[in-house]
Each structure stands twice: as structure tokens, then as C-alpha cells.
């Protein structure tokens, strides 16, 4: 099975700040990868997956971008944070070349954009 | 697109029986999975379907009806540690799509 290592565990940025999350795969080759955002009380909006090396599928339009600089690394990052951008993001593993199976999570990092 | 819904809320008893029912709409549906998130915490695997009927794990099993677009998840012998919110998710070719999660609330 992978693991999925996320750092930090937690993460204040002021408004306009920059942002950058890593996101490492262990225990497998050429994993799907996916960053996920959870808003308080609210299920879980795929941001990004990737199926490979530098293919970023973006599903919902806004203020952060992704990169796969490596095969099992996975990168969200935001140029400008706004409010909006506060919640528990985690990212995910699971299957390969495209193919989706069960999607295993890292820890997450709660992120507050004050 | 997809559409997945399930209740927000439920409450049981320790040591009793609980179902949590999930509907889904879908386009290229391969599978439905059931995770578990405790709060604060990720999600963890709980169980996948990809065929008709019941898979059973332990005090868990997850059941599915790809005709009727309906699955649940059936918890026995509740205990204070299940606790926590249930997520069903419906799988495409390359992504899952998740409903809001149902939160459970184990009393004695």
C-alpha cells in the first residue's frame, strides 16, 4: 500500500500571501495523485489531479494552481491567497496511469487565511 | 456529472445497528466507495463495491445496487469510536466524486 506525507500539519498565511503545499508518495510507481479541499462542514471538492510527470487536470477554476515536478511529489500552490482559500486540504493517492481505485489520504493541512 | 446524496445526520446506540443510505447520479460509473472521517482527521478507506451486492468486512459492510444508483453502509455492534462522519463516493474513470458526508453520533 502507499503512504502520503503532507506538510505542515497546520498553516496561517495573511490575505495576499503566497502558498505552497507538498505533497510526497511513498510505496508506489506512477500513482494518480489529487488534491482535495474541505470547507467546514462541507464534503470533500476535488482541486486537481494528475495521472503523470507535468499533467495537471484542474476541475474547479479559482485562485491556486497545481504541478507534479516528479513522479511522487504533487504541489498546490496559490500566487495570492484570498479568505475563501481557508480549509482543510489534503491530498490523495490512489491507482495509476488514470485508472481510478481507492484513494488513500495524507494527514492534510489546515490552512487559515487571516 | 455526478450527484451523490446521502443523509447529513444520523444518531444510534452503542452496541446497535445503523445504516447509512447513498444515491448516486452518474456519468462513467466504475465503483462506490465508503470512507470514514473522524473530525479533524483525513478520510480512511472503509470499503469498495463494483459489483451487485454485499461485501462484508468485519463489523462493516457496503452494499450496492448499480440499477437503482443506491448503496449503504451497514454498521453492527456500534461503539463510541464509530463516531464520525461517513462519506460515500462514486468513482469515474480517473476520480472520485464525494457526497457532504453523513456524521454519526454514537451515545451510550
Known amino acids: 500500500s502507499q503512504t502520503i506525507h503532507q506538510w505542515p500539519a497546520t498553516l496561517v498565511q495573511p490575505v495576499g500571501s503566497p502558498l505552497s503545499l507538498e505533497c510526497t508518495v511513498e510505496?508506489?510507481?506512477?500513482?494518480?495523485l489529487y488534491w482535495y479541499r474541505q470547507a467546514a462542514g462541507r464534503g470533500l471538492q476535488l482541486l486537481f489531479y494528475?495521472?503523470?510527470?507535468?499533467?495537471i487536470s484542474s476541475e474547479v477554476p479559482q485562485n491556486l494552481s497545481a504541478s507534479r515536478p516528479q513522479d511522487r511529489q504533487f504541489i498546490l500552490s496559490s500566487k495570492k491567497l484570498l479568505l475563501s482559500d481557508s480549509g482543510f486540504y489534503l491530498c490523495?493517492?490512489?491507482?495509476?496511469?488514470?485508472?481510478?481505485?481507492?484513494?488513500?489520504f495524507g494527514p492534510g493541512t489546515r490552512l487559515t487565511v487571516t | 456529472g455526478q450527484n451523490i446524496d446521502q443523509p447529513t445526520e444520523m444518531t444510534a446506540t452503542e452496541g446497535a445497528i445503523v445504516q447509512i443510505n447513498c444515491t448516486y447520479q452518474t456519468s462513467g460509473f466504475n465503483g462506490l466507495f465508503w470512507y470514514q472521517q473522524h473530525a479533524g482527521e483525513a478520510p480512511t478507506f472503509l470499503s469498495y463495491n463494483v459489483l451487485d451486492g454485499l461485501e462484508e468486512k468485519g463489523r462493516f459492510s457496503s452494499f450496492l445496487s448499480r440499477s437503482k444508483g443506491y448503496s449503504y453502509l451497514l454498521l453492527k455492534e456500534l461503539q463510541m469510536k464509530d463516531s464520525a462522519s461517513y462519506l460515500c463516493a462514486a468513482s469515474g474513470y480517473s476520480t472520485l466524486t464525494f457526497g457532504k458526508g453523513t456524521m454519526l453520533l454514537v451515545s451510550p
Open positions: 494528475s495521472v503523470g510527470i507535468g499533467q
Open positions: 490523495a493517492g490512489g491507482g495509476s496511469s488514470g485508472i481510478s481505485y481507492e484513494q488513500y
Open positions: 510505496g508506489t510507481s506512477n500513482p494518480n
